[in-house]
């Protein structure tokens, strides 16, 4: 069951309405009006808002219950609609059994009916929108069962009892009820016929002129008074409609507000985690539950940070948050042991950024304090900084390679000139230096020219495991690698086929560095080198190159994509930025993974692409 709890703050798990439409005339949704419009709500009257979460809404009924004051004003007006037939038939049992009277027994044949009339409306068992509409409004055939059937019933009171008993007070009930729950004009109408019964009363029962003209003065005033009752409560009742059609529009902005921050907090990066002092978790986003190892089932509901040993830091971090009742602006850093995505695979350290908010619950009592947690991949941190440092340095370093390439095509030229020349050994051992340097130099231009801004990025769908396998074969050959199973390298590409959009040659580039740098710090073991393809959720496609030396020092693992940085002497620190360039150009990416101790293979790198959907023609070609 999904949690309820979901950020309460930000009203996750409400359901959106239908605002009522401001003439209740029909049951179709209207704008919000300017009672809605200035409503406190960063975004401006929203409409429609999709959102495809990840678990789907729950059906709703085409079907718009009626407004709910007006469904209690209906019951209210039901149960004193029964009341007063009760009261009806005591006073006239009173009359009858204390006072002597003669019973009159069609007031009690019509009081009795009507009471009847009123007890089944009040127990049919009618859904809300059986009575009214969606507006408010009383259905026909239930405003004729009540209104109609009061109007009948007082009418024949009224001409039953004769003038000596004013029944005209009892009109007020169904004129009330009309006014409340029918259109204007009906209501008015209701109000109209009543005034003319009264009148019609008063002329019936005179019988001579001075009694006629004091009933009819007497009856206009009843009828006077019943159109001021009409006309004043249609007024409350359209005053408290469009109360409740702004209290809907209001509403509906609240709950889509909701949802949008919902979904932008679902879609975020950076972990977000509601926890309180307990540990317990109450709420956290997917990629908070991705940063910490969880399991995605515990998506919507709460858990505790004490079902895992591994989740000890973040505790004790947690803990240290509300001891202190602050927290560094900037966060601390703590590192998580995670387990693997792959069963076969070690756990790995995970570095995070944990800064913490405090807030306290609104509905709580006792004050209990909630922590807001934010939690960030440290190395999603750096790689992001490096990105913005590479981008600029990549932009100064292909306007110096296209500068540095005429020069030095003139000093090899000039180089290979003057070689042609020399007879003595020192100076043909320099010049041969001279070209050696240029030739090295000219490698370093045309790797930063292959990554420079601007390059193509259009390449063929290739097959990814039958691609890495050649590639693999070729360069264990170049390499001296036996082929048999005590080679020092070991590949896994899998019998399933995984599409990517990858140029062949820049593939090669990328592996051939890869494999280069896993064989010259490896141990030369059978297997100390491990190449595998496998797929991965959401559509990505991982190729891992591991070795099993010595793992990558802590200080040198953030400048290992850095142009120009190298261990080596003789290395010119561009292998793994080109890498890293070439894979983004084809909207892969490229990272370093090491695993914890106890794994052969710590030193990972790990190169996810997208895949390709293959179409009908790509497929059998």
Known sequence: ??????????????????????????????????????????????????????????????????????????????????????????????????????????????????????????????????????????????ALATIGVDLLAFTLLLFASGPAVNVAALYMLPVLMAATLMPRHQAYGVASGVVLLLLGEAWWGASSADELAAALMQAGIAGGGVLTIAMLAGQLSDRLARQEMAARSTLEIARQQARLNRLMI????????????????????????????????????????????????????????????????????????????????????????????????????????LCVLFLEDVRTLRARARQEKLAAMGRVSAGIAHEIRNPLAAIAQANALLAEDLTDPGQQRLSRMVADNVERLQRIVDDVAEVSPGASSDA????????????????????????????????????????????????????????????????????????????????????????????????????????????????TGLGLYICRELCARYGASIDFRPRGPGARHRNVFLVAMPCVTLSLAESTA
């Open 1 to 142: 069951m999904r949690d309820e709890n979901w950020f309460t703050t930000l009203g996750f798990g409400l359901e959106r309405t239908q605002p009522m439409s401001l003439d209740r005339g029909d049951a179709r949704p209207s704008v919000p009006g300017p009672a809605a419009a200035a409503a406190p709500s960063p975004v401006a009257a929203p409409q429609a808002v999709p959102v495809n979460g990840p678990s789907p809404p729950p059906h709703r009924s085409s079907r718009v219950d009626p407004p709910a004051s007006f469904q209690r004003i209906f019951r209210a007006f039901t149960i004193a609609r029964a009341l007063l037939g009760v009261l009806l038939l005591g006073i006239q049992g009173l009359v009858v059994a204390y006072l002597s009277g003669r019973p009159v027994w069609a007031s009690l044949l019509v009081c009795g009916v009507q009471v009847l009339a009123s007890l089944a409306v009040l127990v049919w068992p009618v859904a809300p929108t059986g009575h009214m509409a969606a507006s408010g409004h009383l259905r026909n055939r239930w």
């Open 460 to 571: 063929p769908v290739i097959e990814l495991g039958a691609e890495v396998g050649r590639l693999c074969a070729d360069w264990a050959r170049t390499a001296g690698l036996s082929n048999d199973d005590r080679s020092t390298l070991f590949v896994d590409t899998g019998d399933e086929p995984l599409p990517v959009r990858f140029d062949p040659e820049h593939l090669r580039r990328v592996l051939v560095n890869l494999l280069d740098n896993a064989l010259r710090h490896g141990s030369h073991q059978p297997h100390a080198v491990w190449v595998r393809v496998a797929a991965r959720a959401q559509a990505r496609i991982e190729l891992s190159v591991a070795s099993d030396g010595e793992v990558i020092a802590p200080d040198v693992e953030p400048h290992l994509f850095e142009p120009f940085f190298s261990t080596r002497s003789r290395g």
């Open 266 to 369: 679902e879609e975020m990066q950076d972990g977000v985690m509601v926890a309180d002092r307990e540990g317990r978790v109450q709420a956290a986003n997917p990629a908070a539950l991705q940063l910490i190892g969880a399991p995605k089932a515990r998506r919507f509901m709460p858990f505790d940070l004490h079902h895992l040993p591994a989740w000890a830091p973040l505790r004790e971090a947690l803990a240290r948050g509300y001891a202190r009742g602050v927290w560094p602006e900037g966060g601390q850093e703590i590192s998580l042991r995670v387990a693997s995505s792959s069963a076969d695979s070690p756990a790995e350290e995970r570095p995070l950024r944990v800064r913490m908010r405090f807030t306290r619950r609104r509905d709580a009592r006792s004050g209990e304090a």
